[in-house]
């Protein structure tokens, strides 16, 4: 519903500095869906939305950092968000994009599969590979490059008791930080 969106676009104004959007399998890059109905990056400042489905790197003004990331259609069965992930362009920090599940024993048959391999493969060239698609907060890391579903951040059930977090990754500290965050309302006073 508009609502939604109109509340979405809200709150991505309330941040002040530049966004980038990875759409996922609920907000679909197809044609007639959401991106063709609004137009997102002229209503939100600083928004970059990722739209080519086969890969493409974003750079934010301001920002001395690197994105990559694949669009996601729904008519694509055999999307992999993080196959055959590009090599470093350069000096600057760079974060994968990825919207899909991180594939554990038994979920061969799943969609939007991540493989530990892809996860690996970001080792030594990417400094973070941040990811959605899963409502609660985990590290899925292997090897050397940090790999984390930030979670919701707000629970979308009750049963979920370990969403409403944001990830806080700061790159630009010698000793990188990783550190989850509450996106819960403020404690009551009593």
């Not at 970059?48 to 994105?67: H, K, P, S, T, W």
């Not at 590009?86 to 599940?101: M, Q, T, V, W, Y």
């Not at 890391?141 to 930030?150: H, L, R, W």
Request: hydrophobic letters at 35%.
């Amino acid at each position: 519903p508009q609502s939604v969106v109109d509340f979405a676009k809200t709150e991505l104004r309330r941040f002040p500095g530049p966004k980038v959007l990875l759409p996922g399998n609920h907000d679909p890059l197809d044609a007639g869906r959401l991106y063709d109905r609004e137009d997102l990056e002229a209503d939100v400042p600083g928004l970059q939305i990722v739209r080519d489905r086969n890969g493409q790197f974003l750079e934010l003004d301001g920002l001395d950092a690197v994105f990559w990331g694949r669009g996601y259609h729904d008519d694509d069965w055999s999307f992999r968000p993080l196959a055959g992930l590009p090599e470093r362009l350069d000096g600057r920090h760079h974060i994968a994009l990825g919207h899909g599940h991180v594939a554990g024993p038994g979920d061969e048959h799943r969609s939007l599969l991540i493989s530990q391999e892809e996860l690996q493969a970001a080792g030594g060239q990417w400094d973070y590979v941040a990811l959605g698609h899963w409502e609660p907060h985990a590290d899925v890391s292997t090897g050397t490059t940090p790999a984390v579903y930030s979670g919701a951040p707000m629970p979308l059930s009750d049963a979920n008791r370990k969403a409403g977090w944001a990830m806080v990754v700061d790159l630009w500290r010698r000793e990188r930080g990783l550190a989850r965050t509450s996106c819960g309302p403020p404690p009551t006073s009593r």
